[in-house]
């Protein structure tokens, strides 16, 4: 226990993409409710800031730890080590019972060091497909937690456990004309939801302007809510100007992201694992378009398995184009067969109780190593 406040310090390093921060802080919402004292450990990106605008209740810490990409060795070295000897002052400060990694390597530097100052680990994968941290740090955690099911073979000589992806409790049903107006849209009108990731997506920003003519002819009635990323909401903007008539809000950002999927009628969207967990979570038909450079390629393996339980629609970036982008969304926007075979399919992948299960567990360890000491 923390001695100054008698409560459990728990740890969550889950910083660096949309997708590892917001299952984190669904599970710290769970943690805080049980009054426990929760430090988010996060990056220096601004999509971090951005999202924990509005984030209050627990301790928010910044770690320069960076990605292992493009062979940036020296970088993520230097980084890498920076941010475990910042982790191990941190945790000498205020030594937590456990610690949480929701995937990544700036989630590693964390986890070494509350093994090291003896708390409990865990991590949580949130893939199909395993990512090279979670794999290597796996034998060193106490416990693996997977949102796949598909996951859970590719870990070996470890506790795995299949409990789903956290989702925060704010993703639950809403009217969607409220959501609409809320956003600036017209409530009555039914909306096509563009969102490319937590930092947005250059390409697929690219393929809807190139085919919003034929949108916008194909589905007069439709409006347009269209989440860019910083670097392209200028000339995305501008397109939607010159061709939908007023029928759209294009934003770089949005944190609300419960309200954009409320509104949706369909939506086109990557393939990670937080976007669709929350796609599942409000039941929208969706039209995924993998990442292509993804590690491993591991948003097409999470797209298809949506695919293979009838969940969702694929369509993969190289072979998009405005005809067949258009033909998928008139035809999850106006069949009434293929709609309702998605909604029947989407519960499948919402485990409403994912982040209270991996609370549970967490806290159930830490009474237990209580009882041995």
Excluded at 271 to 297: F, H, K, M
Aim: glycine share 6%; with cysteine.
């Amino acid at each position: 226990m923390n001695d100054q406040t008698g409560k459990t310090h728990i740890a969550i390093a889950c910083g660096g993409t949309g997708g590892h921060l917001f299952p984190g802080l669904a599970v710290a919402q769970h943690l805080t409710r049980r009054n426990c004292e929760v430090t988010l450990i996060v990056s220096k990106k601004e999509i971090d800031q951005e999202a924990l605008q509005n984030v209050w209740g627990m301790d928010i810490v910044k770690l320069p730890a960076v990605g292992l990409t493009r062979k940036n060795y020296p970088g993520f070295a230097l980084a890498f080590v920076s941010s475990f000897f910042a982790a191990r002052k941190l945790f000498k400060a205020k030594r937590p019972q456990a610690v949480l990694a929701m995937g990544g390597f700036t989630a590693a530097p964390p986890i070494l060091a509350g093994k090291l100052s003896g708390a409990a680990t865990f991590l949580h994968e949130s893939n199909a497909v395993p990512g090279r941290a979670n794999r290597w740090l796996s034998h060193v955690a106490d416990r693996v937690f997977v949102g796949f099911s598909h996951a859970a073979s590719q870990f070996t000589g470890c506790d795995v456990v299949d409990i789903g992806m956290p989702v925060r409790a704010q993703f639950t049903s809403r009217d969607p004309a409220t959501s609409r107006t809320t956003l600036g849209l017209d409530p009555a009108r039914p909306t096509l939801l563009i969102m490319g990731g937590s930092q947005g997506a250059t390409p697929i920003n690219a393929l809807v302007v190139h085919s919003l003519p034929r949108l916008v002819r194909m589905l007069p009635e439709f409006q347009f809510l269209h989440l860019t990323g910083e670097a392209d909401e200028a000339w995305v903007r501008q397109a939607y100007e010159e061709h939908a008539a007023g029928k759209f809000s294009v934003k770089p950002f949005l944190a609300e992201m419960q309200q954009a999927l409320s509104a949706a009628t369909v939506a086109i969207s990557r393939a990670g694992a937080s976007s669709l967990a929350e796609i599942a979570a409000l039941r929208v038909p969706s039209i995924l378009i993998p990442y292509p450079a993804a590690t491993d390629n591991h948003q097409l393996v999470n797209a298809r398995e949506y695919v293979r339980t009838g969940a969702a629609r694929m369509l993969e970036q190289a072979e998009v184009t405005p005809e067949n982008l258009g033909q998928l969304v008139n035809l999850l926007a106006n069949n009434v067969t293929v709609r309702q075979a998605l909604l029947v399919a989407l519960p499948c992948w919402h485990r409403a109780r994912a982040a209270e299960a991996i609370a549970d567990q967490i806290l159930a360890e830490v009474r237990n190593r209580k009882k041995r000491a």
